[in-house]
């Protein structure tokens, strides 16, 4: 692979270090203090605390730059134009019920560009991470999105309710993780992923990911942070996608 850039270094850092805390209290997950956010919306004080860790790790060595973030939201500092996209738990809901697929989701966004994107598994120590015009990768191996041609043999995700009722024609999963989600589609695990009214930190890095791995994904940039309508899905297979979603 091309040297990683000093961006997606300190991402890696950060990563790195706010892993620890989740793997010591996804060790502990009956003993978490939780709170309801929603209706099926959950935080935990492990979510508060990686997204403390990130934001101290990325202003060490870019004190200048704006945040995006899931549980702070918007933070503004004087460089505007550029800014962290942070969710610290994407997946908080498996999190909390010990099912191990959960990840930290970072991107760098650059006059309102995505720039660098890293998604990191703790559990399963996998980590996805692309550069605009160079590459996606997984654990420092370039990766590429699926070539299958024919709808019938793909494997979609999407965590939106009774999606199996409306395509059953689709082979279709739900996990719980729009990052891993979208990570998935960019390693060829998956063959396309798509969403609803989704919130921008749950995917910017994953968007990146995708098209960095020969993928294609809808304008994210139409739609307001907090109510996105995501399609991504391997090149050969996201018009096919598109017709089957057309009134989704």
Known sequence: MNSISPHLNIMIKACEKASRIIIRDFGEIENLQVAKKGPRDFVTKTD?????????????????????????????????????????????????????????????????????????????????????????????????????????????????????????????????????DLAYVGSGRLDGFFHNKINLWDIAAGILIVKESGGTTNDFTQYEHDSIDIRAASSSIYSEMMKKLVNF
């Open 48 to 180: 508060k605390r990686v997204e403390e860790i990130l934001i101290d790790e990325l202003t060490k060595s870019k004190k200048n730059y704006s945040f995006l973030t899931e549980e702070s939201g918007k933070i503004e500092n004087n460089d505007k134009n550029k800014r962290w996209i942070i969710d610290p738990i994407d997946g908080t809901t498996n999190f909390l019920h010990g099912i191990p697929h959960f990840a930290i989701s970072i991107a760098l966004e650059i006059d309102g560009e995505l720039k660098s994107a890293l998604i990191h598994d703790p559990i399963k120590n996998e980590i996805f991470f692309a550069e605009k015009n160079n590459g996606a990768f997984f654990n420092n191996h370039r990766i590429k999105v699926s070539n299958k041609g024919d709808i019938e043999d793909c494997l979609f995700s999407s965590n939106q309710d009774g999606l199996k009722i409306v395509y059953p024609s689709l082979n279709m999963r739900s996990t719980g993780c729009a990052a891993l």
